[in-house]
């Protein structure tokens, strides 16, 4: 019973101990006054929603992006891995129609049920490689109030969050933390066959 107490009361400092780290470092990077709106592919964070619409559509008649599932995503596809990768990414935006938060779901393109090696578990290291590649080093791994393991990097006002959304996904969320956050989103839904990033007066 002893040792059951211990290893709880070790795990609870554990936990409040990555926490503290957590907050430590959004409170560090905030009071910088630091920003870095940079995201990928020439996008970033307060981009204009009509501004964002003609890149996509630039990028995608440049051949480097495509539409993704039932057109509702845009879909780059990596190829620097040993399986290839899809990044679907769709952002959301605030009142002023500018972009506050991009969403993304990694997978191995190959993903089947019966094959644990392309799990996203196996995935996660390759994603944070990829995300140290475009923001540089310095994730924590933590674990969420609810006990779900998360890895955090915060540049000045831009937070950067990844965890394992099911067996075949990962999500990543980026956002900015001093933007203001609608009170009631309002999410695009594609017109006919035309994915929704192509819809700039929808």
């Not at 605030?94 to 799990?119: C, E, H, T």
Request: with cysteine.
């Amino acid at each position: 019973m002893k040792k059951l107490l211990f290893l709880l009361a070790l795990a609870t400092l554990f936990t409040t101990a990555c926490r503290s780290d957590y907050d430590k470092m959004v409170r560090r990077e905030l009071a910088s006054g630091v920003r870095n709106d940079t995201l990928f592919l020439d996008m970033f964070l307060g981009m204009d929603r009509k501004a964002f619409y003609m890149h996509c559509m630039k990028l995608n008649q440049q051949g480097l992006v495509t539409n993704g599932p039932e057109n509702n995503t845009v879909l780059l596809v990596i190829n620097d891995y040993k399986n290839t990768i899809d990044m679907n990414f769709y952002p959301a935006f605030d009142n002023n129609d500018r972009i506050y938060l991009m969403g993304i779901v990694f997978n191995y393109q190959s993903w089947a049920p019966w094959n644990k090696d392309l799990f996203a578990d196996k995935l996660m290291p390759e994603v944070i490689n990829q995300l140290e590649r475009w923001y540089g080093p310095g994730f924590l791994e933590l674990k969420s109030p609810e006990g779900k393991q998360i890895w955090v990097k915060v540049n000045g006002n831009r937070h950067i969050m990844a965890y394992l959304q099911n067996e075949k996904n990962v999500r990543v969320e980026i956002k900015d933390l001093t933007a203001k956050v609608p009170e009631k989103p309002v999410y695009d839904k594609p017109s006919g066959n035309r994915p929704i990033w192509e819809q700039p007066n929808s």
